[in-house]
């Protein structure tokens, strides 16, 4: 298996999870939050989206699916277009609602799509390349691949939960 397989595998895994995290729930259900101040669905997913809309962009100097596409639009979020979750207050997390999970999904799989043509084209020799000097060490193209799916995973997984709670 080449680095470029691993990377595709790893984002499908993210895009499988996603799917089953928000399949055929409503808008009400994916804005629950379980607690006062935790994140609900609809947050996890739009943001997991947005850090791996954000950060793949960057690294492969392309513009983002998010205002390239109109998904901005489409969300009609209250925020600044380059906003990502990172940060967010829970007002702000309260705010971010979707009629149902289409929308969650379409904007999921647009940025899938354009993930994995970017990362199924990588050499070995592509994933030294440093992306980013504002860190100590440098980050490099692996690294920040790496972490976008760490990041993402856990906010599946946590969007999962959350699924598995609108139960009671």
Do not use: C, K
Request: glycine residues 8%; aromatic residues 8%; without cysteine.
């Amino acid at each position: 298996m080449t680095s470029a397989e691993l990377l595709t595998d790893a984002f499908d895994r993210i895009r499988d999870v996603v799917h089953g995290a928000v399949g055929g729930l409503s808008g009400p259900q994916l804005a629950r939050r379980p607690a006062e101040g935790a994140n609900s669905i609809a947050w996890l997913v739009w943001h997991l989206t947005r850090i791996q809309d954000d950060h793949v962009a960057g690294a492969a100097g392309t513009d983002q699916v998010w205002t390239r596409d109109g998904w901005a639009d489409r969300f009609a979020l209250p925020f600044d277009a380059s906003d990502t979750g990172y940060g967010h207050t829970p007002d702000d997390v309260a705010a971010v609602r979707v009629d149902s999970a289409d929308l969650l999904t379409g904007y999921h799989d647009a940025v899938h799509a354009s993930t994995v043509r970017y990362v199924s084209a990588l050499t070995d020799a592509d994933l030294s390349r440093i992306v980013d000097r504002a860190w100590d060490p440098p980050v490099t193209l692996a690294v920040r691949l790496v972490s976008v799916v760490s990041d993402d995973l856990q906010h599946a997984g946590q969007a999962a939960y959350v699924r598995g709670l609108l139960r009671d």
